[in-house]
C-alpha cells in the first residue's frame, strides 16, 4: 500500500472478494460476536483495556478525531479517511495498522440499519512492539507512512475470535488473554503493512526520530513550541525534520499541532469544561479570536454551533446503541 504523494487517494481492492470460504466464516462470526457483545453490554474495554467495538447502523462523517497506535479490523462496510491531503478507502474484509497518533477525519459510507458498519481494533502496546522487534531483528524499512491497509490472515481473524471468546470467562481472559494479545502483536508487524511499525519502531530506524517528536507533541500540546525546538528533539536539522514529519505524516509539525490542539479543544467543549475562551487558553492558544478562526476553518462551523451539533449527534448514537438497556 502506498500513498505517498500528497493530495493523492488510496483505495484499497476488495478484500472480501478475495476470502476463503474459511475467512469468509470467521469474519461473519465476528460480525456476529460483536453485535451480542454490544447488544448484551458486555464491559469489554473494562476487560481487555485498549479494545474498542463499533456497530453502527446510521451514516456519520467525524471532521477530526485521533486515530492511535493499534490494529484494527473492517469486518462489514466502507470508510473514508483523510490524513493532511491523503484520502484513503477501504472496506469489508481489510486490516489497518495505524503506526503513530494522528488526527484524521473520516466518513462511513452507505451505512444503514439493514447493513451497519462493524469494525473492531486493539491499541498497540510499544513496549511490545520494541521487544518483538529485538527478536527478531530485520533489514530496516524505508516505508514513509503512518497508515497501512492489507488483507488480513486467518491467523489474525482465529486470535480475535479467542479475544471476543474470552470476554465471557473473565477467569480464563487474565491468563489467556496477554498470549493472544502478544499473538497480534506479532501478526501486525508481520505483514506488509506492518512496514510502517517496523520503520517507525525497529531500533535506529529513521522514523523513531519522528515518532519522538510526535510523543512530545501528544504530551505538551499546549506549549509553545518552534520547528528549531522540535528538531532538536529529535537531533535533526529544521528542514530535515519537516520534510522527514511531512513524509510520514502528511501535515507539517505546526499543522499536527494545531489539529492536536483543536481536537483537545473539542473534547474539552464536550465534556462541558468550560466555555470557548477558557477551552483555547486551555489547549495553548494566546487569542481566543485565533482560535476560533482556525476552528471554524477546520470544523466549518463556530464551537458552540459544532459542540451542539456533537452532542445531538452522540445522543442519538446512545439512543440506538443496541448495548444500552
Known amino acids: ?34 453485535r451480542k457483545i454490544k447488544l448484551e453490554g458486555v464491559p469489554f474495554a473494562e476487560r481487555v483495556p485498549g479494545l474498542n467495538l463499533s ?19 473492517i469486518l462489514q462496510g466502507t470508510k473514508q479517511l ?14 489497518i495498522i495505524t503506526s503513530v497518533d494522528m488526527p484524521t477525519s473520516y ?30 531483528p530485520q533489514a530496516a524499512e524505508s516505508c514513509r507512512e503512518v497508515f497501512g491497509i492489507e ?13 471476543l471468546r474470552l470476554l465471557r470467562t473473565p477467569a480464563q481472559l487474565k491468563v489467556r488473554a496477554p498470549m493472544v494479545i502478544r499473538d ?28 519522538k517528536v510526535i510523543r ?3 504530551e505538551n500540546f499546549r506549549e509553545p513550541v518552534t520547528i528549531k525546538e522540535m528538531a532538536e528533539i529529535a537531533s535533526m536539522a529544521p528542514t530535515t525534520l519537516h520534510r522527514h514529519f511531512k513524509e510520514f505524516t502528511s501535515l507539517s509539525p505546526m499543522q499536527y499541532q494545531k489539529r492536536l490542539r483543536l481536537y483537545e479543544a473539542q473534547q474539552f467543549l464536550l465534556r462541558g469544561e468550560g466555555d470557548v475562551n477558557t477551552a483555547a487558553y486551555a489547549v495553548g492558544y494566546k487569542s481566543p479570536q485565533q482560535f476560533n478562526r482556525d476552528y471554524r476553518r477546520l470544523f466549518g462551523v463556530p464551537p458552540g454551533k459544532n459542540i451542539r451539533a456533537q452532542r445531538e449527534r452522540l445522543q442519538q448514537v446512545e439512543e440506538q446503541d443496541p448495548s444500552r438497556p
Request: proline share 6%; with cysteine.
Open 55 to 73: 456497530y453502527i447502523e446510521t451514516a456519520q462523517s467525524v471532521p477530526n478525531c485521533f486515530y492511535v497506535l493499534s490494529a484494527a479490523l
Open 151 to 163: 488483507r488480513p490472515n486467518r491467523d489474525l481473524l482465529e486470535d480475535f475470535e479467542r479475544l
Open 216 to 218: 512530545w507533541l501528544r
Open 1 to 34: 500500500m502506498s500513498a505517498e504523494n500528497e493530495n493523492s487517494v488510496y483505495e484499497a481492492p476488495d478484500f472480501e472478494a478475495l476470502e476463503s470460504p474459511y475467512e469468509s466464516e470467521l469474519r461473519l462470526g465476528l460480525i456476529e460476536s460483536v
Open 184 to 211: 497480534i502483536h506479532c501478526l501486525a508487524l508481520a505483514g506488509n503493512a506492518g512496514q510502517c511499525l517496523r520503520a517507525l519502531y525497529a531500533p535506529g530506524a529513521p522514523g523513531q526520530r519522528i515518532r
Open 107 to 136: 466518513e462511513l459510507v452507505d451505512v444503514r440499519p439493514s447493513r451497519p458498519f462493524v469494525s473492531l481494533s486493539l491499541r498497540l502496546n510499544p513496549a511490545i512492539i520494541a521487544e518483538l522487534l529485538s527478536e527478531q
Open 82 to 95: 483523510m490524513i493532511g491531503g491523503r484520502m484513503y478507502r477501504y472496506g469489508t474484509g481489510s486490516m
